[in-house]
């Protein structure tokens, strides 16, 4: 249990559907993140926000939408995703500043049909 | 440009010790982070370092050496739970985390 968590755990789509995973963190930290992870690469950030604000968005397609309304929760609007899209996507938070560890939920497993 | 390595697979006995070597390459740096993932969880955090030397931490220790760009994450006393992958990411001179690919560890009976 690290304090963050994910849901789906698991989720099937269709190239024309619409989804959202949900991350929530319980641990009163300050910034949040949205990684994807594919086998044997290294993890790609997607996402950051602080204080509810975005920081960073690198160069992420448009068919991936962030939302972050409060320091507690955030999600990941998925839409008309491809094939290639279909990972394991990381939530993490981390405490607030520059250093410090991040503490990832246990990712949301999607496959894209 | 930034570029981190680690072997993409090691395979080790239980009760033994194995040391994942991490190398990296950057033009600014705010420390190495070990993270260990066990299948279908979440990566959870190991160890920093941001000066050379040795930080041990139990049955784990990290290693850091600034000038040959090169960590390692020494394991003793393996234990069959010691079985995921270990990922070693750096943290640059704008506090971005640069991840390598991690490296898996099976460890045998």
């Known amino acids: 249990e690290t304090g963050v968590t994910q849901t789906p755990r698991h989720l099937v789509m269709g190239m024309t559907n619409k989804k959202s995973l949900k991350c929530e963190q319980h641990?009163?930290?300050?910034?949040m993140y949205w990684y994807k992870q594919s086998a044997k690469k290294p993890l790609e950030l997607m996402f950051v926000y602080n204080f509810k604000e975005q920081t960073e968005n690198n160069s992420v397609p448009s068919r991936f939408s962030p939302e972050c309304p409060n320091s507690s929760h955030l999600f990941l609007h998925l839409h008309t995703l491809q094939p290639e899209d279909s990972a394991l996507y990381l939530c993490?938070?981390?405490?607030?500043?520059?250093?410090?560890?991040?503490?990832f939920g246990e990712g949301s497993r999607l496959t894209v049909l | 440009g930034q570029n981190i390595d680690q072997p993409t697979e090691m395979t080790a006995t239980e009760g033994a010790i194995v040391q994942i070597n991490c190398t990296y390459q950057t033009s600014g740096f705010n420390g190495l982070f070990w993270y260990q993932q066990h299948a279908g969880e979440a990566p959870t955090f190991l160890s920093y370092n941001v000066l050379d030397g040795l930080e041990e931490k139990g049955r784990f220790s990290s290693f850091l050496s600034r000038s040959k760009g090169y960590s390692y994450l020494l394991l003793k006393e393996l234990q069959m739970k010691d079985s995921a992958s270990y990922l070693c990411a750096l943290m640059d001179s704008n506090y971005q985390l640069i991840w390598g690919a991690g490296t898996k560890l099976i460890i045998k009976p």
């Open positions: 641990l009163g930290h300050n910034a």
């Open positions: 993490a938070s981390k405490r607030g500043g520059d250093t410090g560890e991040l503490f």
